[in-house]
Protein backbone atom coordinates (compact mmCIF):
# COMPACT_ATOMS: atom_id res chain seq x y z
CA UNK A 1 0.00 0.00 0.00
CA UNK A 2 1.21 3.87 -0.29
CA UNK A 3 0.33 7.01 1.36
CA UNK A 4 1.26 10.18 0.61
CA UNK A 5 1.24 11.82 3.82
CA UNK A 6 0.58 15.65 4.38
CA UNK A 7 1.16 17.39 7.54
CA UNK A 8 -1.97 20.08 7.47
CA UNK A 9 -3.10 23.13 9.53
CA UNK A 10 -6.62 22.09 8.45
CA UNK A 11 -8.03 19.63 5.46
CA UNK A 12 -11.62 18.80 4.23
CA UNK A 13 -13.13 16.31 1.44
CA UNK A 14 -16.16 17.52 -0.34
CA UNK A 15 -18.29 15.77 -2.57
CA UNK A 16 -21.41 17.47 -4.72
CA UNK A 17 -20.25 20.45 -2.38
CA UNK A 18 -21.18 18.96 0.96
CA UNK A 19 -18.48 18.23 3.78
CA UNK A 20 -17.92 15.00 4.17
CA UNK A 21 -14.51 14.68 5.96
CA UNK A 22 -12.77 17.23 7.50
CA UNK A 23 -9.65 17.40 9.78
CA UNK A 24 -7.73 20.53 11.90
CA UNK A 25 -3.81 20.04 12.49
CA UNK A 26 -2.97 16.56 11.42
CA UNK A 27 -2.16 14.70 8.65
CA UNK A 28 -4.17 14.14 5.33
CA UNK A 29 -3.43 10.86 4.13
CA UNK A 30 -3.93 9.71 0.18
CA UNK A 31 -4.43 6.16 0.09
CA UNK A 32 -3.18 3.63 -2.34
CA UNK A 33 -3.87 -0.03 -3.08
CA UNK A 34 -1.66 -2.37 -5.37
CA UNK A 35 -3.17 -5.70 -6.66
CA UNK A 36 -0.53 -7.37 -4.11
CA UNK A 37 -1.58 -5.42 -1.08
CA UNK A 38 -3.50 -7.51 2.13
CA UNK A 39 -4.85 -6.10 5.10
CA UNK A 40 -1.66 -6.75 7.56
CA UNK A 41 -0.36 -3.61 4.45
CA UNK A 42 -3.10 -1.78 5.47
CA UNK A 43 -3.05 -2.51 9.31
CA UNK A 44 1.05 -1.62 9.27
CA UNK A 45 0.61 1.34 7.39
CA UNK A 46 -1.88 2.86 9.84
CA UNK A 47 0.44 2.08 12.38
CA UNK A 48 3.14 3.64 10.73
CA UNK A 49 1.57 6.87 9.77
CA UNK A 50 0.56 7.49 13.23
CA UNK A 51 3.41 6.73 14.90
CA UNK A 52 5.47 8.82 12.15
CA UNK A 53 7.48 11.75 13.90
CA UNK A 54 6.77 14.73 11.34
CA UNK A 55 5.13 16.88 13.50
CA UNK A 56 7.67 19.95 15.95
CA UNK A 57 8.72 19.15 19.18
CA UNK A 58 9.34 22.04 21.74
CA UNK A 59 12.96 22.60 19.93
CA UNK A 60 11.24 22.81 16.68
CA UNK A 61 12.47 19.16 15.52
CA UNK A 62 10.11 16.64 14.00
CA UNK A 63 10.46 14.26 17.04
CA UNK A 64 6.63 13.50 17.37
CA UNK A 65 3.84 11.92 15.82
CA UNK A 66 0.26 12.12 15.25
CA UNK A 67 -1.03 10.54 18.58
CA UNK A 68 1.27 12.59 20.52
CA UNK A 69 -0.22 15.98 19.24
CA UNK A 70 -3.84 14.52 19.29
CA UNK A 71 -3.78 15.79 15.72
CA UNK A 72 -6.79 14.70 13.23
CA UNK A 73 -6.13 12.02 10.28
CA UNK A 74 -7.77 12.26 7.18
CA UNK A 75 -7.86 9.33 4.82
CA UNK A 76 -8.42 9.64 1.02
CA UNK A 77 -8.93 6.79 -1.03
CA UNK A 78 -7.15 7.73 -4.40
CA UNK A 79 -6.19 4.90 -6.54
CA UNK A 80 -3.91 7.14 -8.67
CA UNK A 81 -0.99 6.97 -6.68
CA UNK A 82 -0.80 3.42 -7.96
CA UNK A 83 -0.50 4.02 -11.51
CA UNK A 84 2.49 3.29 -13.41
CA UNK A 85 3.94 6.53 -14.65
CA UNK A 86 7.58 5.20 -15.56
CA UNK A 87 7.23 5.47 -19.23
CA UNK A 88 5.35 7.65 -21.88
CA UNK A 89 2.94 10.49 -21.23
CA UNK A 90 -0.06 8.95 -20.01
CA UNK A 91 -0.31 6.98 -16.80
CA UNK A 92 -1.13 3.05 -16.43
CA UNK A 93 -3.69 1.88 -13.93
CA UNK A 94 -2.72 -1.89 -14.38
CA UNK A 95 -0.57 -1.10 -10.96
CA UNK A 96 -3.69 -0.25 -8.70
CA UNK A 97 -5.63 -3.24 -7.31
CA UNK A 98 -9.11 -3.73 -8.59
CA UNK A 99 -11.39 -0.99 -7.36
CA UNK A 100 -13.32 -4.01 -5.61
CA UNK A 101 -10.09 -5.06 -3.54
CA UNK A 102 -9.06 -0.96 -3.42
CA UNK A 103 -12.58 -0.43 -1.42
CA UNK A 104 -11.92 -3.25 1.39
CA UNK A 105 -8.33 -2.74 1.93
CA UNK A 106 -8.99 0.72 2.12
CA UNK A 107 -12.07 0.19 4.80
CA UNK A 108 -9.66 -2.40 6.21
CA UNK A 109 -7.37 0.85 6.61
CA UNK A 110 -10.31 3.11 8.07
CA UNK A 111 -11.14 0.54 10.62
CA UNK A 112 -7.61 0.37 12.00
CA UNK A 113 -7.00 4.04 12.14
CA UNK A 114 -10.22 4.56 14.16
CA UNK A 115 -9.08 1.40 16.39
CA UNK A 116 -5.83 3.18 17.46
CA UNK A 117 -6.62 7.40 16.39
CA UNK A 118 -9.98 9.22 18.61
CA UNK A 119 -9.80 12.07 15.36
CA UNK A 120 -10.44 9.75 11.95
CA UNK A 121 -12.34 11.29 8.83
CA UNK A 122 -12.53 10.09 5.38
CA UNK A 123 -13.13 10.63 2.17
CA UNK A 124 -15.47 8.18 -0.13
CA UNK A 125 -14.02 5.55 -2.20
CA UNK A 126 -15.15 6.01 -6.00
CA UNK A 127 -16.69 9.78 -5.21
CA UNK A 128 -15.60 12.26 -7.02
CA UNK A 129 -13.87 14.26 -4.38
CA UNK A 130 -13.16 17.84 -3.69
CA UNK A 131 -10.07 17.80 -1.35
CA UNK A 132 -8.80 20.80 -0.03
CA UNK A 133 -5.98 21.96 2.52
CA UNK A 134 -3.18 23.97 4.07
CA UNK A 135 -0.04 21.97 3.77
CA UNK A 136 2.24 22.83 6.71
CA UNK A 137 5.60 23.34 6.26
CA UNK A 138 5.27 22.27 3.50
CA UNK A 139 5.91 18.79 4.99
CA UNK A 140 5.09 15.64 2.60
CA UNK A 141 6.00 12.17 2.61
CA UNK A 142 5.50 9.34 0.41
CA UNK A 143 4.87 5.83 2.64
CA UNK A 144 4.81 2.70 1.30
CA UNK A 145 4.28 -0.38 2.79
Do not use: C
Amino acid sequence: MIALIQRVSSARVQIAGQVVGEIGAGLLAFIGVTPADTDENAEKLVSRMLKYRIFADEAGKMNLNLQQIAGGLLLVPQFTLAADTRHGLRPGFSTAAPPEQGERLFDVAVRAARALHTQVATGRFGADMQVSLVNDGPVTFWLEN
